[in-house]
């Protein structure tokens, strides 16, 4: 790690519940449940600060969330507005410093010079709070680790640090559990020797921890002073984007496959297009009943970036390899990736200025009122099945 | 039957033939090399289907006979030891033994019964095209590296060989780009106006043509098109793909013209090469104030240059390949190169003064954001 950076923890707080408040202001200072329908095998995604009053967790499934907090609202993830907002944060950070780990849609660690963390932090905080009008916590330190606990302390919608001198007071009385790397189990395997604090790992040799801690023992010794030497995985350019889908209940019907492929692809173009990428492959991946999985590419003479372009080969690897129904997940990938498109005078004659005015058109409400905006005729086909 | 050859002839007439050797093929035949003796002359043929070369090299003996050479032998005599080779070949069951100073060979040659015979055309009635072939040379190298070299639109592989009154024109391309040489020459007419010929066996023809100044007669029959010179004959079917028209490509005016040195451009390009990225090898390319900026920002950082150009016209700016680029600038061997741009969207021509029949079209990279 070098020496001479300060690194931050930025969490958006229940992120996909913290969207839905900020676009639908009924739900705001109401629990929210975000994930799948009670029915099926849904499962909470995120819950709002407002439902985990009631017990209610992440990864829960639906009915017994529903069954400890009944008035909580349960609405289906949007995940396409979703990466829209964490575009927009990302956007926020690299105001900031261009050394950012985006660790998941919600969450990133950034690295800046030493001495501004704090200030950096603060200045993230207000910035998202104020453009954005959506919760974030900011640990503030010098290595991921204390980054990470900060964070955690800090929550929610706050700023926090965790410096080096302040581990004694500040880390070492917190539970083993805020440690990565230990769960229930190792946490009630210490408990079983008599270790429940942080300070209390202090106290052991690494060799002793490595009976119930195995090989993990000499990190989570490390860890247990504060030290940290993880670099921060900065972002590579992207081999390949992906939407995929892993329906509430298995599907027998093809036309509704379609739709859903239509709706990934439209998925896929949008992110292509707004990062200025064409790509040259496009992948179908299907799951059946029995889980086996399959994906299928073809290649394109050209790169294609529009919606209708990439369902075309999605739709006819379906058509080719589609198997016996039904399937349990879709998914699209496009990968041979290219920044830009190369003009060639065949696509140029063929070229449907219509669809490229429409898709510009879509493409500006998408950015402006989320992707639900404007869809498909094809699409309604199985939101009416799915109603009836 | 024995034979007593020159090695290194020898070597030079099986290098020639080596280039039409199938890389695999489903019909053992033709994965051999015919050797073919008649009267005064030992032939060499080898051919994939597509293209068919022929070497002959003289010889006294007066004998005559056919047999199928094992492609090894070019590797034998590309190591052979002395400066004679002597053939000893057994016709009742086509072993040959290869021999010269302290090497000796004996390979399985075989019948050359079924040998395909369907490239010669030398008996045609057609008139001829009768052309120096340094010239031939400098023609097809100025169009052939625009063809496309993917298998997805299979016209692309050609070039488009066309005669239309008293112009006759080579046309490559692979979408993206476009070559375009025409010469205003009423020799230079092919019976059948429209010849599409695979790249591949011009980038072959290329290898086999000389720098030196020789006549060779080119001749056309059905779907065949062959190219006789000293000692070689170069054949190859014709692509039966219809070549699209493409002369609607071309804008008729420029919007901006810029004259530049050939070199410097060059020399800039490849710079900004270095630091292009992914495949479309993208460089920012300016022009204003009589000045032509080079651009590229990449992962691994950036770079820009400037050069002085005379300028006509609106300034502008686009994104193009820098490859597209350099293939042009590099075979060009004028000091001056003239560029028209068309505005924005529109390609780039490279043309050149002193050859008004010679044009270059890139389309450019459209940038999404």
New interface residues.
């Given amino acids: 790690m070098k020496k001479n950076r300060d690194i931050l923890l930025c969490d958006l707080d229940a992120f996909f519940a913290s969207v839905e408040q900020l676009d639908n202001p009924e739900l705001r200072n109401r629990p929210v449940l975000v994930g799948g329908s009670p029915e099926g095998r849904g499962v909470v995604s995120t819950c709002s600060y407002e439902a985990r009053k009631y017990g209610v967790r992440s990864a829960m499934p639906m009915k017994k969330a529903l069954a400890l907090c009944p008035e909580a609202v349960v609405v289906r993830g949007r995940m396409s507005r979703y990466k829209e907002v964490s575009l927009e944060v990302r956007k926020i950070f690299e105001r900031f410093t261009p050394d950012i780990e985006f660790v998941s849609i919600d969450e990133a660690y950034l690295a800046v010079n030493k001495g501004f963390g704090c200030d950096i932090g603060n200045a993230i905080h207000t910035a998202v709070r104020e453009e954005l009008d959506l919760p974030i916590s900011v640990g503030i330190s010098v290595n991921k680790l204390l980054a990470k606990i900060a964070c955690e302390q800090a929550k929610p919608n706050n700023t926090g640090t965790l410096w080096p001198e302040e581990i004694e007071g500040l880390l070492w009385p917190l539970s083993v559990r805020a440690l990565p790397g230990i769960g229930p189990v190792a946490e009630n395997n210490l408990k079983i020797i008599g270790i429940k604090t942080v300070k209390d790992l202090t106290l052991y040799s690494a060799e002793s921890l490595s009976r119930v801690l195995g090989n993990n023992a000499v990190t989570i010794r490390y860890y247990a002073h504060g030290i940290d030497d993880r670099e921060l995985e900065l972002e590579h350019?992207a081999k390949s984007i992906s939407e995929e889908t892993t329906f509430p209940e298995d599907i027998y019907d093809r036309e509704a496959i379609l739709a859903i492929l239509m709706e990934l692809s439209a998925g896929v173009g949008y992110r292509l297009?707004?990062?200025?990428?064409?790509a040259?492959t496009v992948t179908l991946k299907l799951r059946f009943k029995n889980f086996k999985t399959i994906t299928r590419s073809k290649t394109m003479?050209?790169t294609v970036?529009s919606d209708s372009e990439i369902y075309r080969s999605v739709k006819d690897l379906f058509i080719v390899h589609c198997g016996k129904p039904p399937w349990r997940l879709a998914g699209v990938q496009v990968s041979?990736?290219?920044?830009?498109?190369?003009?060639?005078?065949?696509?140029?004659?063929h070229e449907n200025n219509r669809e490229n005015q429409l898709t510009a058109a879509r493409d500006k409400l998408r950015k402006k009122y989320g992707s639900e905006v404007i869809i498909q005729g094809k699409r309604l086909t199985r939101r009416r099945k799915k109603e009836t | 039957m024995q034979i007593l050859l020159n090695a290194e002839h020898f070597k030079s007439c099986l290098e020639i033939v080596e280039k039409a050797l199938p890389a695999r093929s489903t019909m053992p035949v033709i994965s051999n090399i015919l050797l073919d003796i008649n009267n005064d002359f030992l032939n060499f043929s080898a051919t994939n289907l597509e293209m068919f070369i022929k070497s002959r090299m003289d010889y006294e003996g007066g004998e005559s006979g056919k047999i199928l050479l094992p492609p090894k032998i070019v590797d034998i005599m590309r190591y052979f030891p002395t400066d004679k080779v002597t053939l000893d070949i057994n016709w009742d069951n086509y072993r040959i033994n290869v021999s010269g100073g302290s090497a000796n060979f004996h390979l399985y040659g075989s019948n050359p019964e079924d040998y395909p015979v369907t490239f010669d055309i030398t008996s045609s009635q057609k008139k001829p095209i009768n052309i120096d072939q340094k010239k031939l040379k400098s023609i097809i190298k100025s169009v052939v590296f625009a063809a496309s070299n993917e298998e997805t639109r299979p016209a692309f592989n050609g070039v488009l060989l066309s005669s239309h009154e008293n112009t006759f024109s080579l046309t490559a391309s692979d979408t993206y780009r476009l070559a375009i040489k025409e010469l205003k020459d009423d020799k230079w007419s092919l019976d059948d106006n429209h010849s599409l010929v695979p790249a591949r066996s011009m980038r072959e023809l290329l290898r086999i043509l000389g720098e030196h100044n020789a006549n060779i007669l080119i001749l056309r029959e059905k779907n065949i098109l062959a190219f006789q010179l000293e000692g070689v004959y170069f054949a190859t079917r014709l692509l039966e793909e219809k070549y699209p028209d493409v002369s609607g490509v071309i804008p008729n005016d420029y919007k901006t013209r810029i004259i530049l040195g050939r070199k410097d451009f060059e020399d800039t390009i490849n710079r900004a090469s270095l630091l292009a990225e992914g495949k479309n090898h993208a460089v920012n390319i300016i022009v204003n104030n009589n000045q032509l900026e080079v651009k590229v920002s990449g992962q691994e950082g950036s770079m820009e240059e400037m050069l002085p150009v005379v300028q006509d016209g609106e300034d502008i700016e686009l994104f193009a390949n820098t490859r597209f680029v350099s293939d042009v600038l590099k075979i060009i061997e004028e000091q001056k190169i003239i560029v028209d741009f068309h505005g924005d969207g529109g390609p780039l021509i490279f043309r050149i003064d002193e050859d008004p029949g010679y044009l270059y079209l890139v389309l450019p990279i459209k940038k999404l954001n």
């Fill in positions: 350019e297009r707004s990062s200025g990428i064409t040259k003479p050209d970036c041979g990736l290219e920044q830009g498109s190369q003009v060639s005078f065949l696509q140029a004659a």
